[in-house]
C-alpha cells in the first residue's frame, strides 16, 4: 500500500506559477497511475489530470490543459503537478492519488489511495 503526501501550495497572483510534490512511501509511483484532482469551497472534487505508469503519457481536463504538467521523478517517488499562468478560479484544494487501473483514469472512484491535500490560492 502506497502513501501520499502533498506539499507546494500557498498563495500566488494571477499569473504565477506553483508546483506540487507528491511524495510516495510504501511502494514505487510505477505501480500505479497518479492523478492530480482539485475541490473547491461548495464544489465536487474534479480531475486536474494523470500521468501513466511509465510517464510517458499525460492526460488533462480542459481547463488546465496547456498551463498545467505532471510528471514523476522515479530517484524520488514523487509525482509533481507544475501549475503557470494560475488563473483565480484554480483556486481549491489539490490532491495527488494513486490508481490501480490498467490504464489512466478520470474516475477519482478509481483512486483508493490519497494524500492529504495542499491549498492554493490565487489571487486577482
Known amino acids: 500500500q502506497v502513501q501520499l503526501v502533498e506539499s507546494g501550495g500557498g498563495l500566488v497572483q494571477a499569473g504565477g506559477s506553483l508546483r506540487l510534490s507528491c511524495a510516495a512511501s510504501?511502494?514505487?509511483?510505477?505501480?500505479?497511475?497518479m492523478g492530480w484532482f482539485r475541490q473547491a469551497p461548495g464544489k465536487e472534487r474534479e480531475y486536474v489530470g494523470s500521468?501513466?505508469?511509465?510517464?510517458?503519457?499525460?492526460y488533462y481536463t480542459d481547463a488546465v490543459k496547456g498551463r498545467f504538467t505532471i510528471s514523476t521523478d522515479n530517484a524520488k517517488n514523487t509525482a509533481y503537478l507544475q501549475m503557470d499562468s494560475l488563473k483565480p478560479e484554480d483556486t481549491a484544494v489539490y490532491y495527488c492519488?494513486?490508481?490501480?487501473?490498467?490504464?489512466?483514469?478520470?474516475?477519482?472512484?478509481?483512486?483508493?489511495?490519497w494524500g492529504q491535500g495542499t491549498q492554493v490560492t490565487v489571487s486577482s
Open positions: 492519488a494513486a490508481s490501480l487501473a490498467a490504464t489512466s483514469t478520470r474516475n477519482r472512484n478509481d483512486y483508493p489511495y
Open positions: 510504501g511502494r514505487t509511483l510505477r505501480s500505479y497511475v
Open positions: 500521468i501513466t505508469r511509465n510517464g510517458r503519457n499525460t
